[in-house]
């Protein structure tokens, strides 16, 4: 089974639209494995409702028993993939794009939050990591073949990063790092939108 990226099907991508379920994935995949209980606390939720996210990820294949931290009494879970990515070209029926755009709408709240926890934190970053960060925005004239080839090369340069980059554990100066790259025509514009 390759655990390195999921590509959900709409039932999947249906699943992965509650902004609770996006962020423990989240959780998951960035932090290890944890429980219900760790979990709860970290979003301000009962455990009921946390224990529920997960059944509803585990059912859909998204998260799996931790059964190296385990035990009878504590339930431990784990990202079973890296990475969610999604097929444009396979969604071709109206449900499927449905769900598609449910999803995207979840991972922009998430995104969104991220954001504005970034700027909150900010001012507790050293000089060196607020000049390592950005929030930028560019604009070009494209046309559908180089918009997708700018997107391709951004994700070899990132995921060449990923591979021959990565610090090791130890490096005092290494952090985790996020980078959101978002790519589209001008809402409104001539491709279609109202705003």
């Known amino acids: 089974m390759d655990t390195s ?4 099907t709409p039932t999947q991508l249906r699943a992965l639209t ?5 962020r ?9 494995s944890t429980t219900a209980t760790a979990l709860a606390q970290r979003l301000g939720l009962n455990t009921g409702a946390t224990s529920y996210h997960l059944r509803q990820l585990a059912q859909h294949g998204f998260i799996v028993d931790d059964e190296e931290r385990g035990n009878a009494r504590e339930r431990w879970w784990r990202a079973a993939h890296a990475s969610t990515r999604t097929d444009v070209e396979k969604l ?3 449900g499927d794009q449905e769900a598609l755009d449910a999803y ?4 922009v709240v998430i995104y969104t ?11 507790t970053l050293s000089e060196e990591w607020r000049n390592a960060s950005t929030m930028s925005d560019w604009r070009c004239r494209l046309n559908p073949e180089q918009a997708t080839r700018l997107i391709e090369t951004v994700e070899t340069l990132i995921e060449e990063f990923e591979a021959a ?5 130890d490096d005092p100066d290494g952090v985790p ?19």
């Open 5 to 8: 990226s999921i590509t959900p």
């Open 18 to 22: 509650h902004p609770v379920r996006l």
């Open 24 to 32: 423990i994935l989240g959780i998951l995949r960035t932090e290890g």
């Open 92 to 94: 071709t029926e109206p």
């Open 104 to 107: 995207l709408q979840t991972v």
């Open 113 to 123: 939050q991220m954001l504005q926890q970034m700027i909150e934190d900010r001012a």
């Open 165 to 169: 980059e990565e610090l090791p554990e």
């Open 177 to 195: 790092y996020t980078i959101m790259f978002h790519g589209f025509p001008r809402p409104g514009g001539p491709t279609g939108g109202t705003s």
